[in-house]
């Protein structure tokens, strides 16, 4: 009776042994399966597929109309136009174009550094784009802008006293600060005066 019940108990053993063996892989295959999903997620690079609006109204506004790049700006924000100008270096003329209508200064600094680092059409549209959001009557910055503000101040400011740069992008990054230095992102004091009329 004793040995019986001993192999009863071994046997029980043996069965739950063999339950947590076979739940195992189980529990492994959940792991790998998490692993595929992160590196799919990784290798994704988050660019958002157009709808069918937003290419018809990135086509209507390829020739420049100012109603047309208006319109995209609303529909795409400045942050889009600066998305898609990364992710289709075709569209970044229309971008640079449309930026002059962005409703904020976000993407001050990517517009700076166009206008710093860009071909000289790209820099020219890029100023150019500043200069007109610069000119609008002054109204309070978002505060989640005053960073990206500063930050487009501080790169158009280098841009300004660097004489070696080209003088027409060094004249309209020292036009822009004239107005830009309203909202307190650059001391008037700091521009530089070199290139004005004599």
Not at 102 to 109: A, K, Q, V
């Amino acid at each position: 009776m004793r040995i019986t019940f001993l192999l009863l108990l071994l046997l029980i053993g043996c069965g739950k042994g063999k339950g947590a063996t076979a739940a195992a892989p189980s529990a492994s295959g959940a792991v790998h399966a998490f692993d595929a999903g992160a590196a799919a997620a990784e290798s994704d690079d988050g660019a958002v597929p157009m709808d069918a609006r937003e290419v018809a109204q990135w086509a209507a506004a390829k020739d420049g109309d100012p109603e047309e790049l208006m319109r995209l700006a609303d529909l795409v924000t400045c942050t889009g136009l600066h998305e898609r100008a990364v992710q289709q270096p075709e569209l970044r003329p229309t971008a640079l174009a449309a930026a002059r209508y962005c409703r904020d200064f976000s993407e001050l600094p990517w517009l700076a550094q166009v206008g710093t680092e860009g071909s000289d059409a790209d820099a020219r549209a890029a100023l150019d784009a500043i200069v007109d959001l610069a000119a609008r009557p002054r109204r309070s910055v978002d505060p989640d802008d005053a960073d990206e503000l500063h930050t487009g101040c501080a790169a158009l400011l280098t841009l300004a006293r660097t004489p070696d740069r080209p003088r027409d992008r060094r004249v309209l990054a020292i036009r822009s600060l004239r107005m830009l230095a309203d909202y307190g992102c650059v001391k008037r004091s700091d521009i530089p005066t070199d290139l004005d009329a004599k």
